[in-house]
């Protein structure tokens, strides 16, 4: 199962950059001057794990395979785009085919790189953004509305208005001004909101792009998360190797880089967690939604596992590493036998039984 995180913002705050950062590329093109970025550039990027290294040394594994997020660079965003402004619905298209959303905002001070709106803002950046993905929902959801209003006057009248109900509710909503992922929802609602794609319906995260060595960032918002990273700094460790890249950061006091700060928020922003394999073979690990049950799990290795799924031996990680492996834990009792009900958690180590 992959998840694709679509990184946007004004254009000149550092997107770009960092998207190179983040998958040590130089696709994406980072001149001083708006929408030097027009298609989406895409990146796959392997997710840190040192747990699969260790297992991977018990099992004495051939190959090691990490699980992967997509991120894709989305052309800037500037005040208008909702009505066709700069790039307008085409950057708005390529926002609706990701997972969540990563708004990169810009606290950084550097006269040399032009701002769009002439100042340096972050929060005001982030309102012209945040009020874009609004008005882009209001009229998608203004059409839907309509139909539905006219559908309920004929056949299958009922359905239909409660469709209208809910899509009369969701437009008030954005009318304020605030996203529709702030609504609850009923299951049968959530098949409707599904099938409208609207863009604030997406979790979305906070990447404030600050001067290297500052962490004083403005709050945002107080109902999404945020996270500081420098751009730059992220662009001069790509430039290293892993072990001077480990030195340097050592050096400027700096503990994690910011892919292993964008990684963790984007997991918890999408609620995924990795489960893992361990064999001769490979060590690999897989991501998926949080309370995903055994068979469901399996199925993200193979789809026909789903139907064929007979039970799980499962172990928590550092058990394994403890223990040896498979071989011996059988005589520790720390092995679990689980059915088609066990929700699977993060660090699990998993061998599925499948009845072929």
Not at 19 to 27: D, E, G, H, I, Y
């Amino acid at each position: 199962m992959s998840f694709s995180i679509g990184i946007v913002g004004l254009p000149n705050v550092g997107k770009s950059t960092l998207f190179n950062a983040l998958t040590r590329s130089k696709q994406a093109n980072v001149q001083n001057y708006p929408f030097c970025t027009i298609d989406p550039n895409v990146g796959v990027v392997e997710v840190p794990d040192e747990r699969l290294s260790k297992l991977a040394e018990v099992s004495q594994s051939k190959k090691i395979i990490p699980t992967t997020i997509e991120f894709v660079d989305i052309a800037g965003l500037v005040a208008g785009a909702s009505i066709g402004e700069g790039l307008g619905n085409k950057f708005l298209s390529h926002i609706r085919e990701v997972d969540a959303i990563v708004q990169v905002v810009r606290a950084f001070q550097d006269d040399n790189i032009i701002h769009v709106n002439n100042k340096v803002n972050p929060t005001d950046d982030a309102a012209v953004i945040n009020t874009e993905l609004a008005l882009a929902d209001l009229q998608t959801t203004e059409k839907r509305l309509k139909a539905a209003k006219t559908s309920a006057k004929g056949i299958g009248a009922k359905e239909f208005q409660v469709q209208a109900d809910l899509f009369q509710k969701v437009f008030d909503h954005l009318q304020t001004g605030a996203p529709a992922r702030k609504l609850t929802y009923t299951g049968d609602e959530m098949v409707f909101m599904n099938e409208l794609h609207l863009l604030t319906m997406k979790p979305m995260l906070y990447v404030v792009n600050v001067d290297e060595g500052k962490t004083n960032a403005p709050k945002i918002s107080v109902s999404a998360e945020q996270i500081e990273i420098s751009a730059k700094l992220e662009a001069e460790l790509a430039d290293l190797s892993p072990e001077e890249a480990r030195a340097y950061l050592k050096e400027l006091g700096v503990t994690e880089t910011g892919l292993d700060k964008l990684i963790i928020a984007g997991y918890k922003l999408l609620n995924l967690v990795t489960f893992l394999t361990s064999g001769e073979p490979e060590t690999r690990a897989w991501t998926v939604k949080a309370n995903t049950k055994a068979p469901a799990a399996a199925g993200v290795i193979h789809t026909d596992f789903v139907k064929g799924f007979v039970k799980a031996d499962v172990v928590g990680w550092q058990d394994f590493v403890a223990f040896g492996g498979w071989s011996k834990l059988k005589e520790t009792g720390k092995m679990r036998l689980e059915g088609k009900e066990y929700i699977v958690q993060d660090g699990d180590v998993v061998y599925f039984h499948i009845n072929a």
